[in-house]
T-cell receptor, first 116, second 116 residues
Framework: GAVVSQHPSWVICKSGTSVKIECRSL??????MFWYRQFPKQSLMLMAT?????????EQGVEKDKFLINHASLTLSTLTVTSAHPEDSSFYIC????????????FGPGTRLTVL | AQSVTQLGSHVSVSEGALVLLRCNYS??????LFWYVQYPNQGLQLLLK????ATLVKGINGFEAEFKKSETSFHLTKPSAHMSDAAEYFC??????????????WGLGTSLAVNP
């Protein structure tokens, strides 16, 4: 149980284009999902908290107009990287919060974004 | 404010030896504590969690961790390392009183190498 998927698993795009990444909780409903960014050999950096039916809460320093988050249903959150640039290349990971004991986060497999 | 310190960014053990990965936390309230494992180019998998029940927590793949309030520690152990245990391990803390702010505070991670 508590499976989270991400799509695509990897994407290569040209500079200036937009890329959408989907995060789905497959066997549970998640009112809250999180989006992280991870640089090589580093820990996770929280970008934003996505709440179903409301605006996402962005961490300090994260551009909300560049990283658009939509959480339209209890099983789907999307992250759109707008006008991507090479410095946006990274590993993006989402997690879905399983409410209840300890509010545990379950993670997707990640999306490798490469911007040329 | 909560914080997590993982002592030792790199740990190397021989196959069959004891694995000990250290995690100390700082929290003004009794925390929830988590250990996650990340294999290369993958998302994070929950190993185990402490939720204020039993102080010795058993997880998947033979790992366990003991919550020691007096030492503010939650070290991860495994009696006998396998080659397949080689991965990045992250300790994280959250607050049971977080309400809508259920963010995880992450350690910087410990890279475990298992030598044949």
């Amino acid at each position: 149980g508590a499976v989270v998927s991400q799509h695509p698993s990897w994407v290569i795009c040209k500079s200036g284009t937009s890329v959408k990444i989907e995060c789905r909780s497959l066997d549970f409903q998640a009112t809250t999902m999180f989006w992280y960014r991870q640089f090589p050999k580093q820990s996770l950096m929280l970008m934003a908290t996505s709440n179903e039916g409301s605006k996402a809460t962005y961490e300090q320093g994260v551009e909300k107009d560049k990283f658009l988050i939509n959480h339209a249903s209890l099983t789907l959150s999307t992250l759109t990287v707008t006008s991507a640039h090479p410095e946006d290349s990274s590993f993006y990971i989402c997690s879905a919060l399983l409410a209840g004991a300890a509010d545990t986060q379950y993670f997707g497999p990640g999306t490798r974004l490469t911007v040329l | 404010a909560q914080s997590v310190t993982q002592l030792g960014s790199h740990v190397s053990v021989s196959e069959g030896a004891l694995v000990l990965l250290r995690c100390n936390y700082s929290s003004s309230v009794p925390p929830y504590l988590f250990w996650y494992v990340q294999y290369p180019n993958q998302g994070l998998q929950l190993l185990l969690k402490y939720t204020s029940a039993a102080t010795l927590v058993k997880g998947i793949n033979g790992f366990e961790a003991e919550f020691k309030k007096s030492e503010t520690s939650f070290h991860l152990t495994k009696p006998s390392a396998h080659m397949s245990d080689a991965a990045e391990y992250f300790c994280a803390v959250s607050s049971p009183n977080a309400g809508n702010n259920r963010k995880l505070i992450w350690g910087l991670g410990t890279s475990l190498a298992v030598n044949p």
